[in-house]
């Protein structure tokens, strides 16, 4: 399940525009520059993305636009995750300048568009209309929102994302505080790709905390304070409590 203002689908990437007519020169045809194709990452001020490749609506524009208007914090340069039911708040808020079907279909391309899809898969907690945050965006919105992106950035690149997805799934994976079970049980897909990297993400985790482990059992071992261990080990002191302090409850689970 992808996330979207609720969860968010995938819109297909948006194709390129219709190249103009061939200018006549003389008696040789010469067609005239074909426009470049629009990153999938590139989005109107507002923040829509075509769906299915289509222009999105004008009313829908129109009502990113307004949207924009009222709410610069959530619909201008930068996007956040927007809270739970910001659809039905925003039709309470102005019922008389949004239509619902209209609303619906704006929302929908702005919750699918690359920029918001990264706000998501960044791990960036769910904002209200003030740009506010109210609530941590659930594990697997977090997760699907990292394979939609890598999706559509590997599709314009011959480089092999993988690792860098990979890394990104350490980090999700970590900060869920989820176990294996259960999160393998939240956004297990039948995709084979993106479920051997996330195999090998969960590797990696195990790895990670294995060594954050050690360090901890041989801080505990060692009689010093944190500062006298770094300076033992030739580590930073800073690094070192973080490390620490993320072993404990592992250690302690």
């Known amino acids: 399940m992808t996330p979207t203002t609720e969860t968010v689908s995938a819109p297909a990437t948006p194709e390129a525009p219709v190249a103009p007519a061939a200018a006549r020169e003389g008696r040789r045809g010469r067609r005239k520059p074909r426009p470049e ?20 609506p004008r009313k829908a524009n129109a009502v990113l636009e ?3 208007e009222l709410y610069p914090k959530m619909f201008g340069a930068r996007f956040r995750p927007l809270k739970l039911g910001v659809y039905q708040e925003l039709l309470a ?3 008389d300048a949004f239509k619902k079907e209209d609303l619906k279909i704006a929302l929908g ?19 209200d209309l003030n740009g506010v945050p109210v609530e941590p965006v659930a594990p697997e919105h977090v997760h699907h929102a990292i394979l939609e992106v890598f999706k559509r950035r590997q599709a314009r690149t ?7 997805l990979r890394a990104r799934l350490v980090e999700a994976i970590e900060a869920s505080g989820l176990s294996r079970e259960d999160y393998v049980l939240a956004v297990r897909t039948q995709d084979e790709v ?56 592992a250690a302690a689970g």
Do not use: C, I, W
């Open 37 to 56: 194709a629009p990153s999938a990452d590139a989005a109107p001020k507002a923040g829509p993305e075509a769906k299915g490749g289509q222009r999105p």
């Open 66 to 68: 307004r949207l924009f």
């Open 93 to 95: 808020l102005h019922p």
């Open 109 to 127: 391309l702005h919750a699918r568009s690359t920029r918001y899809l990264d706000a998501v898969a960044a791990g960036e907690q769910r904002h």
């Open 158 to 164: 011959a480089e092999d994302l993988r690792p860098k």
């Open 194 to 249: 993106t479920n051997a990297v996330l195999d090998e993400a969960f590797v990696e985790v195990g790895a990670r905390t294995a060594k954050r482990e050690a360090l901890l059992r041989a801080f505990e071992a060692s009689g010093r304070t944190v500062a006298e261990f770094a300076e033992m080990y030739g580590m930073d002191p800073a690094e070192v409590g973080r490390t620490l302090a993320r072993a404990r409850p």
